[in-house]
């Protein structure tokens, strides 16, 4: 099967170049087949609003099944540089809980240095994460939507680095634990991170209701799920492009920015070689085993609430 996506969507350009399957909505109903129904909610900064899209589709075309993935913005805080684009490719909150979803995924946002309570959509942002905890199967929360969701639903706060956590860094992935989501990883995964702050393991080990499935010593949790896989919480990036830490640190540098090379990420160091991508293929199994768990376990009925 293939993602259903609106050809307009600039993304949808780089999905042909990288032969992703896509179908159109027409030959969609045709095979009268129910799709998967992801709302990904995009809080990224505007310069990044596009690659982000991109990158997320990607991802989650990797199934055989049919996905209708629906991008989802606030009814009452507008963008000020992206409001036409998501009038013209985006759902509000409002028109999205009329027609229900199977899974959610929210990404993070440039707002580490605000207190929770002050972020201008806090409001709308934590009635939307309590509807999806009555309405949808599961929902991930990525980078700064992952301390916001935690320091919501169970208190924990996100600690500061003494310096930023900027590159490449080896995992250890919990088999143990016994969850789908890690089905086909290795014991060790290296996954991008670009951050000031993080949720540490032990503190996170200390709600019940919460687990750790991959972890860094240094970093602390990367994967936490929580409800059983209803709330999933990802602190690194699994879904950045080889170049993304390198536009940063170029970016940062050029600028007069002070930041240190990126670790693991440039052959022996070298800025001026390519660096080499050692994390796409966790990232796909990741939302594959996710897709997956979800079409095992949602509602027939997507409007009804979920019973635990």
Known sequence: MALIVNKK???????????????????????????????????????????????????????????????????????NSQQGHFDAFYKTISEVKARGLDGLIITGANLEEYAFEDVRYWKEFTEFLDWAKRHVTSTILSCWAVHAGLYYHYGIRPQ??????????????????????????????????SRW?????????????????IDNKE???????????????????????RSDIAEEYFRDKAAGIRINRPLNYFPDGNEKKTPLKNWGANGQVFYSNWINWVYQTTNVDIKKPLMD
């Open 160 to 193: 500061k680095y003494a310096k930023k956590k900027f590159g490449i860094f080896l995992h250890r992935v919990h088999h143990e634990s016994g969850s789908p989501l890690l089905t086909g990883m290795d014991d060790e995964i290296y996954l991008p991170h």
């Open 219 to 241: 970093l602390g949790a990367h994967l936490i799920v929580g409800r059983k896989g209803r709330e999933i919480y990802m602190q690194g990036h699994p879904e950045y492009d």
């Open 9 to 79: 969507l600039p993304a949808f350009a780089y999905l042909k170049r990288e032969q992703i399957f896509e179908i159109s909505t027409e030959r969609a109903k045709r095979q009268d087949i129910r799709p998967l129904e992801i709302g990904i909610l995009n809080l990224m900064p505007s310069a990044v609003v596009e690659r982000t899209e991109f990158q997320l589709l990607r991802l989650l075309a990797n199934t055989p099944l049919q996905i209708r993935p629906t991008f989802v913005y606030f009814d009452e805080h507008k963008s």
């Open 197 to 213: 702050r993080g949720v540490a393991s032990r503190d996170v080990r200390r709600h019940k209701e919460l687990e750790v499935l």
